[in-house]
């Protein structure tokens, strides 16, 4: 069952990773449900050539969605051909409205040694392509911090970075921010086993935090394992603002801001 919808903001705010191709259903409703919560903006994330070609195509449609482009790091080592499939990923990336290369990143808990070498390859050419293009970098760190800032360090990271789900500690969150990389916080930072998300979020700028669904999964407390979308995002920023002791509206006011800086212009 999917939960209710909570109280709305009464600043916007963006979800700034969401997978409405995974959601389900019509997701023309699901951007309407959302905004009627004060979340007026999404970005579609690909994670294949095929998600990406649809989350593109959605983004030229509907004028509250951005698009970001990629193959995930678990997907770069099932690839027949991933040469080919980057050549895809790069056509897509030059659209107006994809703003963004993700996401992308490494992966130790789901790919194992073998397929390692052909994620670090993927996401190198993904770090390039951002630079290319001038567009986001979107990362997804899973049990990876070192190598992650390693292979950023060796490739020169791009001008923006956005550490996706961010999963490390504060001492990480201090590194990643001196770094001047934005941290995106999920439904994580809602959980009662999770202090250390909340102790990163209170370390981060709010010129440097971004909020996300990562929809369907991750649902904040205290509908965990029930299916997420972008309507429940106002649970996860008002925990933010909790853990900060920091007033909703301003904080709501910062995302907003961050993802303009991020994304660009929805409108635009």
Known sequence: MNPPP???????VLDSHTHLDMVGGDPVAAIGAAAAVGVTRLVQVGV???SSIWGAALAAAQPAVLATVALHPNEAPRLADL???LRAIEGLARQQRVRGIGETGLDRYRTGEAGRAAQERSFRAHIQLAKQTGKALVIHDRDAHADILRVLDEEGAPDTVVLHCFSGDEAFAVECVKRGYVLSFAGTV???NAPHLREAAKVTPLDQLLVETDAPFLTPMPY?????????????VRAIA??????????????????????GSWGG
């Open 242 to 263: 909790e853990a900060k002791a920091a007033d909703l509206d301003e904080v709501c006011a910062g995302i907003s801001a961050t993802g303009v800086r991020v994304f």
């Open 190 to 192: 809602t959980f009662r």
């Open 224 to 236: 965990r394992g029930r299916p997420n979308a972008p309507y429940l995002i106002p649970l996860t």
């Open 83 to 85: 040469d080919e499939a």
């Open 48 to 50: 294949d050539v095929d």
């Open 6 to 12: 909570p109280q709305p903001l009464a600043v916007p």
